[in-house]
């Protein structure tokens, strides 16, 4: 699962000693970074949230931010967005790949490294995790090793022991050619990975060859990170290869992200539209369908034998994220214990191209009941609204994109923190599931960086630059970091006042 990981073996030493000395020797950067960070705090729409650190990312289109421990230090590492932009500290454009910050001191934050992609085809390093050695099965103790996707290519082995300089191993996979027509996304994907450190493995969405979709579920085997091993490829029933009849249509094509917990698997597909949500029993999913003569070939009767539940969205919502939230307490939930104990799902639905200027459907986030997991049910709901923040003309999208990853003994079923794209960071009481309330908010501010979009609207193209946070995470210290669509970059801010104390910080 998304856990806090902190390396301390002796390897760690020498990077904070290191630590220091770039702090001692970065002063004139560092008030110059406080003093936009100021600057972008009293113009912010806050409440209950403050701003503690930014950086601008080189002008890169960021997409998955996680937080490391080595020690004392923490390190952030940034997956991006296809593109390009220039690197002050290597006098390059360099195609975006995965930028690499020490965040030890979050008002801070110093860029330490950004790794390009992997040859000429990639671009973008969407999706990154990291796994300390002595955590892994058969990892060495004096390490700390980094997975991540390359482009849409390949999924990537480093070796992160010095976070300022990592050293590529080996690549994990190459993605296939999907079996579909040809889309405007091409026909073979790459996205969001979950690696379990204390299990080595890892869950991985890619394209496997002739699958007629392009993102499915792959999982390996990476408990030893020198020697990856493929266990098998997993989807809805149609999307295997030997399927027939019309494919599956384009808006429902695809796996969007695992949640593995415990011994069960959460999985999402849709992320915003003509979503799925799935839960499969890990087990079952790990060693294959005992009574078939090939336990992972992708036939029906295999591809169902893991499903303890399946949930189907209307067209227009789908799933992004199903993290688990297990054993809620609920206020006045009954006077036995069996009654007052439940077991959920946050579940945000996307908002895609269409949320621009709210010219489509409003997605939201649902908080779906699976105490009794064969049949979940959606049981309360929670969106911004428009009003009063006037974000249906801001441009941009408007609406849910994901929820915080990490487990955090404060935050665990208290707090929930959403990337709300132009709505920007948005955290939520969870106390009562049923009745989720938010507690605090924090909205950036554009800047020069911060790209424009457009859309057409009546006839009418409208363009504008708005503030597209896209992915929030936490850290052990409960600092949140957002991470920016359209450019603008790091945003790092801690929750104040009632938020902060219901977290207990």
Known sequence: MFQFEKHSGPVSRLPVLLSVLLLAACSPQQDEASEVSAAMQDSADARNMRLVGYHDLQARSAYQPVVHAYGGRRILFVGQHAGESFNPQTGLTEVNGLSILDVTDPGSPTMLKHLPPTGL??????????????????????????????GLIAYEMFDVTDPAEPEFMSTIDLTGFSSRPES???????????????????????????????RVLQAYDLGNPAQPRHIRDFGLVGWEPTATGPFPEYSISGLHQTFAYGDRIYVGYGSGNNGTLQILDTDKFLNGNPGADE??????????????????????????????????????????????????????????????????????????????????????????????GDYCSRGGRFGPHSVHDAYHPGFDRTLAVFSYFNAGIRA??????????EAAHYVPETTENTSELCRNIDGVERCDSAIQTNNVNIDDRG???????????????????????????
């Open 121 to 150: 085809e990639a671009s973008g390093s969407q999706h990154v995790q990291i796994c300390d050695g002595d955590l892994l099965p058969e990892g060495d103790p004096d390490r700390v090793y980094m997975i991540r996707t390359n």
């Open 479 to 505: 600092y949140i970091y957002a991470v920016d669509r359209s450019n603008t970059g790091l945003h790092i801010v801690e929750l104040t006042g009632e938020a902060r104390d219901l977290v207990g910080l």
């Open 295 to 388: 336990p992972f070939v992708p036939t029906p009767e295999n591809l169902l034998y893991p499903e303890i539940a399946r949930l189907d969205m209307p067209s227009y919502w789908g799933v992004h994220t199903a993290k688990p939230i297990l054993g809620s307490e609920i206020p006045d939930g009954g006077g036995d214990v069996e009654d007052s104990m439940r077991d959920f799902l946050i579940v945000p639905s996307e908002a895609g191209g269409g949320a621009m200027y709210c010219a489509g459907v409003h997605d939201i986030v649902f908080f779906i009941d699976i105490t009794q997991e064969d049949r979940p049910y959606p049981v309360s709901t929670y969106q911004v609204p428009e009003q009063p």
């Open 428 to 437: 939520v009481d969870i106390r009562n599931p049923f009745q989720p309330v």
């Open 184 to 214: 405007s996304r091409g026909n073979r994907e790459t996205h969001k990975i979950q690696w379990e450190c204390e299990t080595g493995i890892g869950y991985f969405n890619g394209t496997p060859e002739g699958w007629r979709v392009t």
